[in-house]
């Protein structure tokens, strides 16, 4: 889910449509519908996908571990590495930002004008969490659960109860669907927005983090009841078809169809998709690979440092008059051979991998077969 960040924010500059406090680039000559309709379909389970994993091993480290365990390894993994990149990062994204949306708009020597940006010291400190919000989101979400779940403890009949009736329900595909489903278009019938919006302040927006906190509690629950992660196997193909289907239909008709309507479709569509995708990855993810590995470790790196390079390659490739998926495709492709790059000679066996990961891992040379079969997993994953 983090390598598919890496895709969406390639594509979102070339996208029809403005995202008013999550992404002001746009290269207005060139956009096309098929990269709305593809920013749409990723952004619309990613997210919920990643915060059902994090729930999930939340869970794992709580109970299999012990809570102060879960609590030191979040704050390790997480809230360090939020506080020290939110800091690192934010001077880099503010300028290529700059770069990129004065030479959008036609501006002459927009590099040393960049430059500008930085006119007083205030300018170096972050006013935003940028794209680093879910990681903010994640330690509230790490704090809210161990609290719930130490009361939990305190009260083992209802914690058997709700375990029960949570169980009962995702044991069945149609009863699961429906169930989630309907749990989220309530929300967003609450909040009165077909989705909702992706909050980057430091004031905690109240409607984010519900939102997104109850695929984190599913993702909790779902560690209690694993064993039915097979049963996630039973209609993935039908159920990742079937939420693509939804997008699309949203999508073509989302000028003619109600709010309450797109409300309904994106409940089922993101729910279709993560169960849908999760049982995929549990058939054809669970056997161990190496070069999935390799990604796995490297993902995290990869995300935190990719987006000053989609901000700042769009502008560096401008003129180029190329269709707008090509122009994504360079900005992806660029950015991600940057980034791994880096990570492999300067992160994975340094102190920033243990920092990140929690280990170093020995530089080793690959043979042809094995960078091959990561170039083809990585090609699959962005593709996919």
Known sequence: MMMLGIVLH????YDTIIHPGEWLLKD???T????????WLIHIFRMPIFFIVTGFFGALLFYERSPEMMIKNR?????????LFLFLLWPPMLFTFTYTNLVFSGTENALSQSLNAFGELSDFLPSTTMHLWFLYYLMLFVFTSFGLGMMLKKLPRLSTK???VFHLIVEKPYARLLMFSAITFGLLLVMNQPWVSTSTYFKPSIKTFVFYFVFYLFGWLLFKSKGLLKTFMQYDFLSTIFGILLLTVSFLYKDKLSVEVIM????LTVWSLSFGITGLFVRYGSEHSQGMRYISDASYWVYLIHLPFTQLIPGMIADWNFPPPLKALVVLTTTSMICFISYHYLVRNTFIGKFLNGKKYPIKTYSLGQIKEILVRIWAIRNY
Do not use: D, E, G
């Not at 309904?264 to 409940?267: F, K, T």
């Open 10 to 13: 390639s594509i979102i500059t």
């Open 28 to 30: 207005i000559a060139y």
């Open 32 to 39: 096309s519908n098929f990269m709305t309709w593809l920013y």
């Open 75 to 83: 704050i390790k993994r997480v809230l360090f590495p939020f506080i």
């Open 162 to 164: 709700i375990n029960y």
């Open 264 to 267: 309904a479709l994106n409940a």
